[in-house]
T-cell receptor
Framework: EPEVTQTPSHQVTQMGQEVILRCVPI?????FYWYRQILGQKVEFLVS????????KSEIFDDQFSVERPDGSNFTLKIRSTKLEDSAMYFC????????????FGEGSWLTVV | AQSVAQPEDQVNVAEGNPLTVKCTYS??????LFWYVQYPNRGLQFLLK??????LVKGSYGFEAEFNKSQTSFHLKKPSALVSDSALYFC???????????FGKGNQVVVIP
């Protein structure tokens, strides 16, 4: 069964450093997302991406964050200058109008900012 | 804005007993409702959804959920719980007009052998 894959599974970075989280969405999906889950808290929407542009973003997704689809398969989340409060599990997700509106999530990337 | 409430923090149930995890939602348009399960240190795994049609939907691993429009609820149920069902369960909703999912805080289900 096709799945969303994410790398790295876990990354430790120093405060102020740039981080790039990578995702390969399901191949025929058209909509891509990033969500995050701070430890012990609910899963929060960050951004959605369609047709090579951001379609929606939350108040969390400030100027420190950016997304890109550099080629036909990858979808990346960049955090420009990490803060301690960016420590979280980051989930990539994708869906298609033809997937019955189900949004499929990857296994997540644990980001620890020290 | 859409939102989800999962009123209980933890649900304890004995193995073999029925399991219910409660969820109520709020959306401005037609609700698209989902349940996801998260096992320790794993991602979110899709269980089932309601988009339209029959109010009772069946999903993976013997789970089902009932959409109740008048009560704005979408409770998850399983007739006979297994120890392996112990996990964190998230209810989520989106308005039919957008793709943004709003999640509840999650319910930890503990199935006692």
């Amino acid at each position: 069964e096709p799945e969303v894959t994410q790398t790295p599974s876990h990354q430790v970075t120093q405060m102020g450093q740039e981080v790039i989280l990578r995702c390969v969405p399901i191949s025929n999906h058209l909509y891509f997302y990033w969500y995050r889950q701070i430890l012990g808290q609910k899963v929060e929407f960050l951004v959605s991406f369609y047709n090579n542009e951001i379609s929606e973003k939350s108040e969390i997704f400030d100027d420190q964050f950016s997304v890109e689809r550099p080629d036909g398969s990858n979808f990346t989340l960049k955090i420009r200058s990490t803060k301690l409060e960016d420590s979280a599990m980051y989930f990539c997700a994708s869906n298609s109008p033809y997937s019955g509106n189900t949004i499929y999530f990857g296994e997540g990337s644990w980001l620890t900012v020290v | 804005a859409q939102s989800v409430a999962q009123p209980e923090d933890q649900v304890n149930v004995a193995e073999g007993n029925p399991l219910t995890v409660k969820c109520t939602y709020s959306v401005s348009g037609n609700p698209y409702l989902f349940w996801y399960v998260q096992y320790p240190n794993r991602g979110l795994q899709f269980l089932l959804k309601y988009i339209t049609g029959d109010n009772l939907v069946k999903g993976s691993y013997g789970f089902e959920a009932e959409f109740n429009k008048s009560q704005t609820s979408f409770h998850l149920k399983k007739p006979s719980a297994l120890v392996s069902d112990s996990a964190l369960y998230f209810c989520a909703v989106r308005d039919g007009g957008n793709n943004r999912l709003a999640f509840g805080k999650g319910n930890q289900v503990v199935v006692i052998p």
